[in-house]
């Protein structure tokens, strides 16, 4: 059972350079989630999309931008990474909404 | 403003003690909270939720809406237990979860 499927797994990244994080869910979840992780911080939520073709800011949206074609996919990007963006990312998705989100195992970014 | 606090960092006991890891909460509509939990080398789970009132691996969690909090307790800690904790909030429709910055816990033999 795949679930959540984050890539890459870890990169490091001059910065300047364009990112983007891939996240694919196979649960056919309506909606989905990029939290990023830092120590001291916990997760904080950067943008989420409640359905296929929407898409909404989070806590920590700056630099940062994401789309939904579809159900599946939901890919962040980073336009211009900044050593800030620093970080371990996680995705998530959910269904009903009732509160349980699905985890990916995150992608450790680092930026020099 | 900090939605959901979690004032320690890291809790160290010895296996068989009680756990109690603190949450409180800011907010001033009907609150759903949740604890999750990540394993080493797992993803982030859901524990509990406070509106099952049920109990998941020994650990339950009260919400006491008088003193804005949801702690987390365990009668006796295992090993097995170490991991890192996140208490929740839902803010708004959809999950827009906000967690708090998490208590480790360590459990030692």
């Known amino acids: 059972i795949a679930g959540i499927t984050q890539a890459p797994t870890s990169q490091i990244l001059a910065a300047g350079r364009r990112m983007t994080l891939r996240c694919t869910q196979d649960?056919?979840?309506?909606?989905m989630y990029w939290y990023r992780q830092d120590l001291g911080l916990g997760l904080r939520l950067i943008h989420y999309?409640?359905?296929?073709?929407?898409?909404g800011k989070g806590e920590v949206p700056d630099g940062y931008s994401v789309s939904r074609a579809n159900t599946d996919d939901f890919p962040l990007t980073l336009a211009s990474a900044v050593p800030s963006q620093t970080s371990v990312y996680f995705c998530?998705?959910?269904?009903?909404?009732?509160?349980?989100?699905?985890f990916g195992e995150g992608s450790r970014l680092t930026v020099l | 403003a900090q939605r959901v606090t979690q004032p320690e960092k890291l809790l160290s006991v010895f296996k068989g003690a009680p756990v109690e890891l603190k949450c409180n909460y800011s907010?001033?509509?009907?609150?759903?909270l949740f604890w999750y939990v990540q394993y080493s080398r797992q993803r982030l789970q859901l524990l509990l939720r406070h509106i099952s009132r049920e109990s998941i691996k020994g650990f339950t969690a009260d919400l006491n809406k008088g003193e804005t909090s949801f702690h987390l307790k365990k009668p006796f800690a295992q090993e097995e237990d170490s991991a890192m904790y996140y208490c929740?909030?839902?803010?708004?429709?959809?999950?827009?979860?906000?967690f708090g910055k998490g208590t480790m816990l360590l459990v030692s033999p």
């Open positions: 649960m056919r979840h309506n909606a």
């Open positions: 907010y001033s509509g009907s609150p759903e």
């Open positions: 929740a909030l839902n803010l708004g429709g959809y999950s827009t979860l906000t």
């Open positions: 998530a998705s959910s269904d009903s909404g009732d509160g349980e989100l699905f």
């Open positions: 999309s409640n359905t296929a073709g929407t898409t």
